[in-house]
């Protein structure tokens, strides 16, 4: 591949161009292992559980303690790898490019409580985008756990270790209610949790609450009181290891995204600092506000690979297991440019959350973990000699602020829609379609979420965030971000 030397102005425009040179060459090598990766994974699982099952189902009829806790941490274990190595990371679209229906972020129902659809939005779409923005990142503790100064401190916030304690054990379910917002709903007007968007409708709140319900019941009847009834008599043994085998799962979970942004090094932002941010800046906030956790592969493996939260964060719709790999370039990159990269044992980055919790229940607490917050103005400096050129692939794009538009005209074919439209080569397909009259569903508009991703057909487009040109079949598109090249048909 020819290379092009591409000469970024600052720092923080060239700490950009290496993490988007990172993210083309690690698409690139994305396919068939990632493939048969994740396939191998979803056969392990629904064996694992499989298998768990039959174990505390012959434990409980024959009263064999040992086939008991070993078949509750077996179905532990599955209920882990479904939720966070499959089902997070399905549904952050990292297997899309399979076109496997069974592994698309846009078909796959995962076996957790929490519907795909609320956690795609709350998670994909306003945590990442937003990450550890006070009253913008919900996901800033949950709601009802205070865990800066940035946070009005109210008489509720005395008790939230044993919130936490709570959440902790049925995180699953509280997870759920975490789209609809319902903080907001059900505490005072005063004890509410910062928003910068006004609270939805009442509708809207009980729309979600009635699609929990819903998948909720479901999953009730089938772990707590199906598969009790088979053992007959011994009914009461195997719920009680299924409730167990559960709580181990919600505790595991919530230490390992607690332990993503709410741990010592971590740095939280107002709003207004975060206001028309660039690729760079946004890179920057993602590691500031994010923390690694260190360990063996198989340690990795059982968090979803969210033990490496910073790579997970810059990089969203890369393969998890990918990841540990792209640590090693991602920390190195830091480290050229004086950004703080976090990154602990289980026992430490554990320890400093509940440290945070226990500090912050109390109306006085100051942040004084970290005295001096890292200063992104530090990046704009001049580069230096060596380096005033960064060798650049010649399908990487310069930074939107530096690209020349070119404004031809095209013609766009949204199939679904039965509709064809002129559109510009300098506007996204987005915002052709939206200007057309339809209604694509869309989260960030910032290619971070993969909400608005559909089927390309045919043309060619180049996505405006990494200067990445298609080919001209059947391919998936990101429509905020991508900008046709030729006349194209949709499927939307």
């Given at each position: 591949m020819q290379s092009k030397i591409v000469k970024p102005k600052n720092q923080l425009e060239a700490f950009q161009f290496e993490l988007d040179q990172l993210y083309i060459n690690?698409?690139?090598?994305?396919?068939?292992?990632?493939?048969?990766?994740?396939?191998?994974?979803v056969s392990i699982k629904n064996i694992l559980e499989f298998s768990s099952r039959i174990l505390i189902l012959g434990g409980a009829l024959l009263w064999n303690?040992?086939?008991?806790?070993?078949?509750v941490l077996g179905l532990s274990a599955s209920q882990i790898i479904e939720s966070m190595e499959i089902g997070h990371n399905v549904l952050h679209g990292q297997y899309d490019f399979i076109n496997d229906p069974e592994l698309n972020s846009k078909t796959y129902e995962w076996d957790v409580v929490v519907p795909a659809e609320q956690w795609k939005h709350s998670h994909n779409v306003v945590h990442h985008d937003n990450s550890n923005i006070i009253g913008k990142d919900y996901d800033i503790g949950y709601g009802s756990i205070r865990v800066s100064d940035d946070i009005k401190w109210n008489p509720s916030h005395l008790l939230q270790v044993f919130?936490?304690?709570?959440?902790?054990?049925?995180?699953?379910?509280?997870?759920?209610?975490?789209?609809?917002?319902?903080?907001?709903?059900?505490?005072?007007?005063?004890?509410?949790?910062?928003?910068?968007?006004?609270?939805?409708?009442?509708?809207?709140f009980y729309r979600k609450m009635a699609q929990y319900r819903r998948k909720a019941v479901k999953k009730i009847f089938r772990d707590y009181i199906f598969y009790p009834a088979m053992a007959g008599p011994f009914f009461l043994t195997v719920l009680i290891a299924n409730l167990i085998a559960r709580a181990l799962t919600n505790i595991w979970q919530f230490s390992i995204i607690f332990c993503g942004h709410f741990i010592e090094n971590v740095s939280f932002f107002k709003p207004e600092e975060c206001e028309n941010e660039?690729?760079?800046?946004?890179?920057?906030r993602q590691i500031l506000s994010t923390g690694n956790i260190e360990g063996s592969s198989l340690f990795h493996f059982m968090t979803g690979h969210l033990s490496h939260h910073i790579e997970h964060h810059l990089f969203p719709d890369?393969?998890?297991?990918?990841?540990?790999?792209?640590?090693?370039?991602?920390?190195?990159?830091?480290?050229?440019?004086?950004?703080p990269y976090e990154s602990g044992s289980f026992t430490k980055q554990f320890k400093t959350v509940w440290i945070r919790i226990i500090?912050?229940?109390f109306p006085n607490a100051k942040e004084t973990l970290r005295p001096e917050p890292f200063d992104l103005s530090s990046l704009y400096q001049p580069l230096n000699?060596?380096?005033?050129?960064?060798?650049?692939?010649?399908?990487?794009?310069?930074?939107?602020?530096?690209?020349?538009?070119?404004?031809?005209?095209?013609e766009i074919v949204?199939?679904?829609?039965?509709?064809?439209?002129?559109?510009?080569?300098?506007?996204?397909?987005l915002i052709s379609a939206e200007l057309n009259g339809l209604t694509p569903v869309y989260g960030c508009r910032k290619g971070i979420c993969h909400t608005c991703k559909v089927t390309k057909t045919s043309g060619r487009v180049v996505d405006n965030n990494t200067g990445i040109e298609s080919g001209n079949g059947r391919e998936t598109i990101r429509v905020c971000v991508s900008l046709p090249l030729t006349n194209l048909c949709i499927e939307l």
């Amino acid at each position: 591949m020819q290379s092009k030397i591409v000469k970024p102005k600052n720092q923080l425009e060239a700490f950009q161009f290496e993490l988007d040179q990172l993210y083309i060459n690690t698409l690139g090598q994305v396919g068939e292992t990632d493939a048969n990766y994740i396939r191998r994974v979803v056969s392990i699982k629904n064996i694992l559980e499989f298998s768990s099952r039959i174990l505390i189902l012959g434990g409980a009829l024959l009263w064999n303690p040992v086939a008991l806790i070993i078949g509750v941490l077996g179905l532990s274990a599955s209920q882990i790898i479904e939720s966070m190595e499959i089902g997070h990371n399905v549904l952050h679209g990292q297997y899309d490019f399979i076109n496997d229906p069974e592994l698309n972020s846009k078909t796959y129902e995962w076996d957790v409580v929490v519907p795909a659809e609320q956690w795609k939005h709350s998670h994909n779409v306003v945590h990442h985008d937003n990450s550890n923005i006070i009253g913008k990142d919900y996901d800033i503790g949950y709601g009802s756990i205070r865990v800066s100064d940035d946070i009005k401190w109210n008489p509720s916030h005395l008790l939230q270790v044993f919130t936490a304690i709570f959440m902790a054990l049925d995180f699953q379910h509280l997870a759920s209610l975490h789209d609809a917002r319902t903080p907001e709903f059900v505490m005072p007007k005063a004890w509410r949790p910062p928003a910068v968007e006004p609270r939805p409708p009442w509708s809207e709140f009980y729309r979600k609450m009635a699609q929990y319900r819903r998948k909720a019941v479901k999953k009730i009847f089938r772990d707590y009181i199906f598969y009790p009834a088979m053992a007959g008599p011994f009914f009461l043994t195997v719920l009680i290891a299924n409730l167990i085998a559960r709580a181990l799962t919600n505790i595991w979970q919530f230490s390992i995204i607690f332990c993503g942004h709410f741990i010592e090094n971590v740095s939280f932002f107002k709003p207004e600092e975060c206001e028309n941010e660039s690729r760079g800046q946004w890179y920057a906030r993602q590691i500031l506000s994010t923390g690694n956790i260190e360990g063996s592969s198989l340690f990795h493996f059982m968090t979803g690979h969210l033990s490496h939260h910073i790579e997970h964060h810059l990089f969203p719709d890369v393969p998890g297991y990918r990841y540990p790999q792209l640590s090693i370039e991602v920390k190195n990159i830091c480290a050229r440019y004086g950004i703080p990269y976090e990154s602990g044992s289980f026992t430490k980055q554990f320890k400093t959350v509940w440290i945070r919790i226990i500090k912050f229940s109390f109306p006085n607490a100051k942040e004084t973990l970290r005295p001096e917050p890292f200063d992104l103005s530090s990046l704009y400096q001049p580069l230096n000699e060596e380096k005033d050129s960064i060798q650049m692939d010649t399908n990487y794009s310069q930074p939107d602020s530096e690209r020349s538009p070119i404004n031809n005209e095209v013609e766009i074919v949204f199939s679904e829609s039965k509709q064809t439209v002129k559109a510009s080569t300098s506007e996204s397909i987005l915002i052709s379609a939206e200007l057309n009259g339809l209604t694509p569903v869309y989260g960030c508009r910032k290619g971070i979420c993969h909400t608005c991703k559909v089927t390309k057909t045919s043309g060619r487009v180049v996505d405006n965030n990494t200067g990445i040109e298609s080919g001209n079949g059947r391919e998936t598109i990101r429509v905020c971000v991508s900008l046709p090249l030729t006349n194209l048909c949709i499927e939307l």
